[in-house]
C-alpha cells in the first residue's frame, strides 16, 4: 500500500535527515574516521572521475579535481553570511538551481537546514562536508568530499564571487550527488530546487494572464518565507539565454527577493527585487540601479530599498515591467514542518506514494476511457470551509519520482497530471462506467512533462476523488501526491481493500442424479483413473485439455502442468496428490462459471482478456485486490500486451483462492491476521 503520512504545523527541525552513504555511516562517524586516520575524505559513492560529470559526452576539457585548499590559500565555508551574491554561475546549464539558491539564502531557517553551519576549514577539517535536501517526503543528509572540478586553478561550476568561498560549490556538488551526476542538473525548473530545499509545494502564475491581484500573493508569500523564482518563455533554443536590449535574459531562471511599495511623485508604485544568478547583467530600464526614478524617492527609503545597489546581478523594476517582461513566476509555499510559529497560516496536509504499472494501474488519462479507471484513486474528505468564505481552499501537488537519476537510462519526465470527481457513495474503486457518465470537478490545466504539476482550487465541502495518471496508458513512472487544504480534510487510498467472499462449494450430487454431462465427465474421469479411482496430476491436464478442446468458444493451446499442478492443491482435500472424481466434480462447477467469466472480457475471441480488466474479474469471482497486488498479479500473468490468455487466467484465479481459503482457515477469530511458524509458511507456501 503507498505510504500515507499527515503533517501538521511542526518544526522542520524536529525531522531528522535519513544517512545515505552506502556504508550506512554517518557525516560525523565519517569525519571523525578521517580526523583519527589524519586523511581526507574521498566519496566512494560519488568519485572524482568523469562519470560523476557527464554520462552522455566525453569530458570536453581537461578537468582537474581540486580541493579548496589547493585553490586558495585561506579558503572557507562561508564568508560573513551565506548570501545570494555568493552563487555565480560556471558552465553547467543549472540557473534553475542558482536562483533557487538565491532564494534560499533570504530564508536562513532553511538555509540553516540545508546548509549546516558544523562545518569548515578549521581544525576539524577532514576533507567532508554535508547538505540536507527533501526528497519525496524525506530529508536526506547528503555527504561530500571537497574536491571540485577546476581548470586552470579555477572552479568550472558554481562558485562564490569571493575565491575564497566554497559553500555553494559544494552545495551544488552535493545536489549533484544526489541526482547521480553533474550533467543530471541541467535544464530544469526553479519550483524543483525550492522544493527540494524546503519540502514545500508549488504554484506557478502566467504574468500575462495572472490574478488582479498578483503582487498581494507574492508580497504575502514572500513575508510568510516561501520562496520565488521567475523567468522569460522562449520560442526556440535559438533564444536560450538571449539577451534583450532591457539587459533581461529570455529561457533564464531568475529570483525573486523582494517586494516594496514606495511613494514616487505622489503616487503609490508597486516595486519587485529580481536576482540574476550570473551575478552580473541587470535591468536597465525604469527603477534600475542608477535610474532618474530614485532621485523621486523619500532619501530614507531610498538607502534602505538600495543599499548601495552594484552591478551584482540584482535590480529594481516596477512590477507592470515586471509582467510585461516576465512570463512565468514560481512561488514555493511552505509545508507544515517547515513553518515556524510566528506563521500566520498553517496547511494541513495528506500525502499518498503510488506507482503506475503497465498492464494494471498506468490506465492513462480520460482519453483512454477502457484503462482511465484503473488508475490508483484517492478519495479526498474536505470538511471544513476557509475561515472567511464557504468553500474550501486545497492545493493538490502531483510529483513524478527519481527521473533526473534515471536520465542515463534514458527515460526523461513522463507528462502527467490529475483530475477530481465528486466521489461516489460507498465505492471502494470507482469503476468504467462511472467515468464514462460523471463529469470532473477539478483538474490540472494541463497534462505536462514536468517533475511536479500542482493546482489551488476552491471546493465546496464534500467528498472527492482524486486520479492522478500519465498521459497516455502504459507509461509507468513513481509518483507522490501532496493534497494541502487550509481546512481539515481527510484523505485516504481506494482501492485499498483486501478481501475474499468465497462461499463453500455446493455439495456433489448423487451418482443417480448426475446430469448428462456429469455422467460423460465421470465416463471420462474413470477411463483416465487406475484402480485408486483418482488422477493425477498428468492426467488432469489430459482430461480438461481433452474436454476444452471441444469448447470452439475458447481459443487457446491448452491448460499447462502447472495450472494444473495448482488445480489439485486447491482442490486436493485428502492430500493424496490427486483428485477423485468428487473432488473433481466440485472443482468443474467453478470451472463453468470462471469461464463464463473469461469469455465475458474475451469479447473478440482472441483467447485473451485484458489485463486491465483482471481487477472485475477477479471481483466477480469473489476476490478483491489492491492496486499493489494487482501490479504483482499483472507483471506476472500479462503478455507485452498487456493481455491474459486462458491458461494464465485460470492459474491467476486458482492460485488466489487457493491461498484466500488457506489463510481464511487458520484466521479464526476473523481478524485478517494469523501467526504461523517457519514450517506452515514453507508448507502453504509449496503448496500454492
Given at each position: 500500500?503507498?505510504?500515507?503520512?499527515?503533517?501538521?504545523?511542526?518544526?522542520s527541525?524536529?525531522?531528522?535527515?535519513?544517512?545515505?552513504?552506502?556504508?550506512?555511516?554517518?557525516?560525523?562517524?565519517?569525519?571523525?574516521?578521517c580526523?583519527?586516520?589524519?586523511?581526507?575524505?574521498?566519496?566512494?559513492?560519488f568519485?572524482?572521475?568523469?562519470?560523476?560529470?557527464f554520462?552522455?559526452?566525453?569530458?570536453p576539457?581537461q578537468?582537474?579535481?581540486?580541493r579548496?585548499?589547493e585553490l586558495?590559500?585561506?579558503?572557507?565555508?562561508?564568508?560573513?553570511?551565506?548570501?545570494?551574491t555568493?552563487?555565480?554561475?560556471?558552465?553547467?546549464?543549472d540557473?534553475?538551481?542558482?536562483?533557487?539558491?538565491?532564494?534560499?539564502?533570504?530564508k536562513?531557517?532553511?538555509l540553516?537546514?540545508?546548509?549546516?553551519?558544523?562545518?569548515d576549514?578549521?581544525?576539524?577539517?577532514?576533507g567532508?562536508?554535508?547538505?540536507?535536501?527533501?526528497?519525496?517526503?524525506?530529508?536526506?543528509?547528503?555527504?561530500?568530499?571537497?574536491r571540485?572540478?577546476?581548470?586552470?586553478?579555477?572552479?568550472?561550476?558554481?562558485?562564490s564571487?569571493?575565491?575564497?568561498?566554497?559553500?555553494?560549490a559544494?552545495?551544488?556538488?552535493?545536489?549533484?550527488?544526489?541526482?547521480?551526476?553533474?550533467?543530471?542538473?541541467k535544464?530544469?525548473?526553479t519550483?524543483?530546487?525550492m522544493?527540494?530545499?524546503?519540502?514545500g509545494?508549488?504554484?506557478?502564475?502566467?504574468?500575462?494572464?495572472s490574478?488582479?491581484?498578483?503582487f498581494?500573493?507574492?508580497?504575502?508569500?514572500?513575508?510568510?518565507?516561501?520562496?520565488m523564482g521567475?523567468?522569460?518563455?522562449i520560442?526556440?533554443?535559438?533564444?536560450?539565454?538571449?539577451?534583450?536590449?532591457?539587459?533581461?535574459?529570455?529561457?533564464?531562471?531568475?529570483?525573486?527577493?523582494?517586494?516594496e511599495e514606495?511613494?514616487?511623485r505622489?503616487?503609490?508604485i508597486?516595486l519587485i527585487?529580481?536576482?540574476?544568478?550570473?551575478?552580473q547583467?541587470?535591468?536597465?530600464g525604469?527603477?534600475s540601479?542608477?535610474?532618474?526614478?530614485?532621485s523621486y524617492?523619500?532619501?530614507?527609503?531610498?538607502?534602505?530599498?538600495?543599499q548601495n545597489?552594484t552591478?551584482?546581478g540584482?535590480?529594481?523594476?516596477?512590477f507592470?515591467?515586471?509582467?510585461r517582461?516576465?512570463?512565468k513566476?514560481?512561488?514555493c509555499?511552505?509545508?507544515p514542518?517547515?513553518?515556524?510559529d510566528?506563521?500566520?497560516?498553517?496547511?494541513?496536509v495528506?500525502?499518498?506514494?503510488?506507482?503506475?504499472?503497465?498492464?494494471?494501474?498506468?490506465?492513462g488519462c480520460?482519453?483512454?476511457i477502457?484503462t482511465f479507471?484503473?488508475?490508483?484513486?484517492?478519495?479526498?474528505?474536505?470538511?471544513?470551509?476557509?475561515?472567511?468564505?464557504?468553500?474550501?481552499?486545497v492545493?493538490?501537488?502531483?510529483?513524478?519520482?527519481?527521473r533526473r537519476?534515471?536520465?542515463?537510462?534514458g527515460?526523461?519526465l513522463?507528462?502527467?497530471?490529475f483530475?477530481?470527481?465528486e466521489?461516489p457513495?460507498?465505492?471502494d474503486q470507482a469503476?468504467?462506467d462511472?467515468?464514462?457518465?460523471?463529469?470532473s470537478?477539478?483538474?490540472?490545466?494541463?497534462?505536462i512533462?514536468m517533475?511536479?504539476?500542482?493546482?489551488?482550487?476552491?471546493?465546496?465541502?464534500g467528498?472527492?476523488?482524486?486520479?492522478p495518471?500519465?498521459?497516455?496508458?502504459?507509461?509507468?513512472a513513481d509518483f507522490?501526491i501532496r493534497?494541502?487544504?487550509?481546512g481539515?480534510?481527510g484523505a485516504?487510498?481506494?482501492?485499498?481493500?483486501?478481501?475474499?467472499?468465497?462461499?463453500?462449494?455446493?455439495?456433489p450430487?448423487?451418482?443417480e442424479?448426475e446430469?448428462?454431462?456429469?455422467?460423460g465427465l465421470?465416463?471420462?474421469f474413470?477411463?483416465?483413473?487406475?484402480?485408486?479411482?483418482?488422477?493425477?496430476v498428468?492426467?488432469?491436464?489430459?482430461?480438461?485439455?481433452?474436454v476444452?478442446?471441444?469448447?470452439k468458444?475458447?481459443?487457446?493451446?491448452?491448460?499447462?502442468?502447472?495450472?494444473c499442478h495448482?488445480?489439485?492443491?486447491?482442490?486436493?482435500?485428502d492430500?493424496?496428490?490427486k483428485l477423485e472424481f468428487?473432488?473433481f466434480?466440485?472443482?468443474w462447477?467453478?470451472?463453468?462459471?470462471?469461464?463464463?467469466l473469461?469469455?465475458?472480457?474475451?469479447?473478440d475471441?482472441s483467447?485473451?482478456m485484458?489485463?486491465?480488466?483482471?481487477r472485475?474479474?477477479?471481483?466477480?469471482?469473489?476476490?478483491?485486490?489492491?492496486?499493489k497486488?494487482?501490479?504483482?498479479?499483472?507483471l506476472?500473468?500479462?503478455?507485452?500486451n498487456?493481455?491474459?490468455d486462458?491458461?494464465?487466467?485460470?492459474?491467476c484465479?486458482?492460485?488466489l483462492?487457493?491461498?484466500?481459503?488457506?489463510?481464511?482457515?487458520?484466521?479464526?477469530?476473523?481478524?485478517?491476521?494469523?501467526?504461523?511458524?517457519m514450517?506452515?509458511?514453507?508448507?502453504l507456501?509449496?503448496?500454492?
Amino acid at each position: 500500500m503507498p505510504l500515507q503520512s499527515t503533517l501538521s504545523g511542526r518544526g522542520s527541525g524536529s525531522i531528522k535527515a535519513e544517512d545515505t552513504q552506502s556504508d550506512g555511516k554517518s557525516f560525523e562517524e565519517l569525519r571523525h574516521e578521517c580526523l583519527q586516520k589524519g586523511v581526507l575524505f574521498e566519496d566512494p559513492d560519488f568519485p572524482a572521475v568523469d562519470s560523476s560529470l557527464f554520462f552522455s559526452q566525453s569530458v570536453p576539457v581537461q578537468i582537474e579535481w581540486k580541493r579548496p585548499k589547493e585553490l586558495s590559500e585561506n579558503p572557507k565555508f562561508i564568508v560573513g553570511n551565506a548570501d545570494r551574491t555568493d552563487i555565480c554561475q560556471g558552465q553547467l546549464g543549472d540557473c534553475w538551481l542558482l536562483a533557487a539558491i538565491a532564494s534560499l539564502t533570504l530564508k536562513k531557517d532553511a538555509l540553516a537546514r540545508v546548509v549546516p553551519h558544523d562545518q569548515d576549514f578549521d581544525h576539524r577539517y577532514a576533507g567532508i562536508f554535508h547538505f540536507q535536501f527533501w526528497q519525496h517526503n524525506r530529508w536526506l543528509d547528503i555527504v561530500v568530499d571537497d574536491r571540485l572540478p577546476s581548470v586552470r586553478n579555477q572552479l568550472i561550476m558554481l562558485h562564490s564571487a569571493s575565491n575564497n568561498e566554497f559553500w555553494s560549490a559544494l552545495l551544488e556538488k552535493a545536489y549533484a550527488k544526489l541526482h547521480g551526476s553533474y550533467e543530471s542538473l541541467k535544464g530544469g525548473s526553479t519550483m524543483e530546487a525550492m522544493e527540494d530545499f524546503t519540502g514545500g509545494v508549488g504554484e506557478v502564475y502566467e504574468t500575462k494572464n495572472s490574478p488582479n491581484n498578483l503582487f498581494k500573493i507574492m508580497k504575502k508569500a514572500l513575508d510568510r518565507g516561501s520562496m520565488m523564482g521567475c523567468s522569460i518563455d522562449i520560442t526556440s533554443s535559438a533564444e536560450s539565454e538571449a539577451k534583450t536590449t532591457t539587459g533581461l535574459v529570455k529561457g533564464h531562471a531568475y529570483s525573486i527577493t523582494g517586494l516594496e511599495e514606495v511613494n514616487y511623485r505622489g503616487n503609490t508604485i508597486q516595486l519587485i527585487r529580481v536576482r540574476n544568478p550570473w551575478g552580473q547583467v541587470e535591468w536597465n530600464g525604469p527603477w534600475s540601479d542608477k535610474s532618474r526614478e530614485w532621485s523621486y524617492v523619500d532619501k530614507a527609503d531610498k538607502n534602505r530599498i538600495l543599499q548601495n545597489s552594484t552591478e551584482d546581478g540584482e535590480f529594481w523594476m516596477e512590477f507592470e515591467d515586471f509582467k510585461r517582461n516576465y512570463d512565468k513566476v514560481e512561488i514555493c509555499n511552505m509545508t507544515p514542518d517547515d513553518l515556524t510559529d510566528s506563521t500566520k497560516r498553517h496547511w494541513e496536509v495528506s500525502m499518498f506514494e503510488g506507482n503506475w504499472i503497465r498492464g494494471s494501474t498506468a490506465g492513462g488519462c480520460r482519453n483512454y476511457i477502457d484503462t482511465f479507471w484503473t488508475n490508483p484513486q484517492f478519495m479526498l474528505q474536505l470538511e471544513d470551509a476557509d475561515d472567511d468564505d464557504d468553500v474550501c481552499s486545497v492545493v493538490i501537488a502531483l510529483m513524478q519520482k527519481n527521473r533526473r537519476k534515471l536520465r542515463k537510462e534514458g527515460l526523461d519526465l513522463e507528462t502527467i497530471g490529475f483530475t477530481v470527481y465528486e466521489a461516489p457513495d460507498n465505492e471502494d474503486q470507482a469503476g468504467k462506467d462511472f467515468f464514462r457518465y460523471h463529469a470532473s470537478k477539478a483538474r490540472s490545466k494541463t497534462y505536462i512533462n514536468m517533475r511536479e504539476v500542482s493546482e489551488r482550487f476552491t471546493l465546496p465541502p464534500g467528498k472527492y476523488m482524486l486520479v492522478p495518471t500519465t498521459f497516455q496508458p502504459h507509461h509507468e513512472a513513481d509518483f507522490l501526491i501532496r493534497i494541502f487544504s487550509e481546512g481539515k480534510a481527510g484523505a485516504l487510498e481506494m482501492g485499498s481493500k483486501v478481501d475474499a467472499d468465497l462461499p463453500d462449494p455446493p455439495m456433489p450430487s448423487p451418482p443417480e442424479e448426475e446430469s448428462d454431462e456429469e455422467k460423460g465427465l465421470r465416463r471420462l474421469f474413470e477411463q483416465l483413473a487406475g484402480a485408486d479411482e483418482a488422477i493425477s496430476v498428468r492426467e488432469l491436464q489430459q482430461m480438461l485439455n481433452g474436454v476444452l478442446s471441444r469448447r470452439k468458444e475458447i481459443k487457446f493451446e491448452g491448460l499447462s502442468l502447472s495450472t494444473c499442478h495448482s488445480i489439485i492443491n486447491l482442490m486436493d482435500m485428502d492430500n493424496t496428490g490427486k483428485l477423485e472424481f468428487q473432488e473433481f466434480k466440485v472443482f468443474w462447477e467453478k470451472m463453468k462459471k470462471w469461464i463464463m467469466l473469461f469469455l465475458s472480457f474475451d469479447t473478440d475471441r482472441s483467447g485473451k482478456m485484458s489485463s486491465y480488466e483482471l481487477r472485475i474479474a477477479l471481483k466477480a469471482a469473489g476476490m478483491q485486490l489492491d492496486n499493489k497486488l494487482l501490479q504483482l498479479v499483472g507483471l506476472r500473468f500479462a503478455d507485452g500486451n498487456y493481455d491474459i490468455d486462458f491458461d494464465d487466467y485460470l492459474t491467476c484465479i486458482v492460485r488466489l483462492e487457493s491461498m484466500f481459503r488457506a489463510f481464511q482457515a487458520m484466521d479464526k477469530f476473523k481478524r485478517g491476521r494469523v501467526n504461523m511458524t517457519m514450517m506452515q509458511f514453507l508448507m502453504l507456501s509449496m503448496n500454492v
